[in-house]
């Protein structure tokens, strides 16, 4: 098993920035992916950013050029550093681990409201 505990979230105003921290615990393997995806009220949850234990990272076009992710392999913990926020960026936002089938935990979320 695999515990996520996630801090950062809050409230910013549009053009602000913040930045999320997600620490694991547990059986984590040297190799997966740690990311972040965000969900709003009726709407799936989507991808943010993900970046692989390599360094490889991917990103949703709509946060491109203003967010970053990266990791602390020796912590196990993944880092959102999001800037420029906007009122669009609101949501719940929630940490995942994925070290291959049936091995993917979550966090609890953390909201983040970005106020115009």
């Known amino acids: 098993q695999v515990q996520l505990v996630e801090s950062g979230g809050g409230l910013v105003q549009a053009g602000g920035s913040l930045r999320l921290s997600c620490a694991a615990s547990?059986?984590?393997?040297?190799?997966?992916?740690m990311g972040w995806y965000r969900q709003t009220p009726g709407k799936q949850r989507e991808l943010v950013a993900a970046?692989?234990?390599?360094?490889?990272?991917n990103y949703a076009d709509s946060v491109k050029g203003r967010f970053t992710i990266s990791r602390d392999n020796a912590k196990n913990t993944v880092y959102l550093q999001m800037n420029s926020l906007k009122p669009e960026d609101t949501a719940v936002y929630y940490c995942?681990?994925?070290?291959?089938?049936?091995?993917?935990?979550w966090g609890q979320g953390t909201q983040v409201t970005v106020s115009s």
């Open positions: 995942n681990v994925d070290q291959g089938p049936a091995d993917e935990y």
């Open positions: 970046i692989t234990s390599g360094g490889r990272t």
């Open positions: 547990g059986s984590i393997f040297s190799i997966n992916t």
